[in-house]
């Protein structure tokens, strides 16, 4: 039983390691925003392709998100990926303590 709490343990770690990853990705992709980078930039056009199908998504079930110019999608994405981390990766990470 201990590999099974080993494995759940060292998948919530990851899983949190990449969300949290990914919650500064989109932060520094709506920063980008503010100062019109060159869209030819290889790091710029990461970022897009990193984010923008994540803000498509959000944009398209919750039209409200972009309204006169300002675009909320990336303020959702982010309440969402701290709604998963605290509610299922904290949940994997207590069930793996648990089976100890």
């Keep these: 039983m201990f590999v099974l709490a080993n494995t759940l343990g060292a ?3 990851v899983l949190s390691s990449l969300l949290n990853i990914y919650f ?6 709506a920063l980008l925003t503010w100062v019109k980078p060159d869209p030819y ?3 710029v056009r990461t970022l897009r392709v990193l984010t ?3 803000f498509y998504r ?4 919750l039209p409200f998100t972009y309204m006169n ?3 909320l ?3 959702v ?3 969402a990926i701290e709604l998963f981390n605290r509610i299922v990766v904290v949940s994997l990470a207590q069930y793996a303590v648990s089976l100890q």
């Excluded at 500064?24 to 992709?29: E, K, Q, R, T």
């Design 73 to 75: 999608s990336p303020v």
């Design 77 to 79: 994405a982010l309440l």
């Design 24 to 29: 500064w990705i989109i932060i520094v992709s």
């Design 58 to 61: 959000v944009r398209k079930w």
């Design 41 to 43: 930039n290889p790091i």
């Design 52 to 54: 923008e199908p994540v």
């Design 11 to 13: 998948v919530a770690i």
């Design 69 to 71: 110019g300002l675009d």
